[in-house]
């Protein structure tokens, strides 16, 4: 007897502890929302992603038209989005910045995005480089609170060929996370430690923001 008791409490817990494990469905968070419905699976899967939470607390309004604005916020939500940009500055007073991005994180409120900014510079001079080899920085920072990504740097060469004109070129690249529906500009900064009088730098910045979850 003792024994069979053990056994019906074991079934027991086993069943709270299946019951605890199981997440809500979207039949259970909805009231309108049938657990015959064919379409449950995909509403759970646009609810955990954050890209709807319903029409109303506790209503999921299945049988409602979507209306033009909200289809815009779901398709914003869903994917990621890339801004571009390319220019050229002049780097006579030793830095300059050649391109920047203004992008919008794309995610649910009150959610995160990834943000990925990469781009590339090259530095061109010519006419006097005897000040040369001159050491190149170039980077991306934010706009809002001057935080900077990771540093590349290079050479500029002096000119051992004959020619009057030197290049060199080096990437830049920073990724972190930002809140959903936020908008950031970012740039491309560039400079130069030697004092030449022509010289520029021509830049290309792209930023891709990706929702979290």
Do not use: K
Request: charged share 20%; net charge negative.
């Amino acid at each position: 007897m003792f024994r069979g008791s053990n056994q019906r409490w074991l079934l027991v817990l086993a069943v709270v502890v299946i019951a605890i494990g199981v997440p809500a469905s979207a039949a259970d968070r909805f009231d309108d929302l049938a657990a015959t419905n064919t379409h449950r699976e995909a509403i759970e899967e646009l609810v955990e992603s954050g890209i709807t939470l319903g029409c109303d607390p506790g209503r999921y309004c299945p049988q409602e038209l979507v209306r033009r604005d909200q289809m815009a916020s779901f398709l914003t939500r869903t994917g990621s989005r890339t801004v571009s940009h390319e220019g050229v500055a002049s780097l006579a007073a030793g830095d300059g910045v050649p391109a920047s991005v203004t992008i919008r994180a794309t995610g649910a409120p009150g959610g995160q995005a990834t943000v990925s900014v990469q781009g590339s510079v090259s530095v061109y001079a010519t006419g006097n480089l005897t000040a040369c080899p001159c050491e190149v920085e170039a980077f991306v920072y934010r706009d809002s609170d001057d935080a900077q990504g990771p540093s590349s740097w290079a050479q500029l060469p002096d000119v051992t060929n004959g020619s009057d004109r030197s290049v060199t070129s080096l990437p830049v690249s920073w990724a972190f996370e930002i809140p959903s529906g936020a908008t950031e500009t970012y740039r491309l900064a560039v400079f130069i430690d030697g004092e030449l009088a022509e010289v520029h730098a021509e830049g290309a910045l792209t930023a891709i923001a990706t929702p979290l979850g």
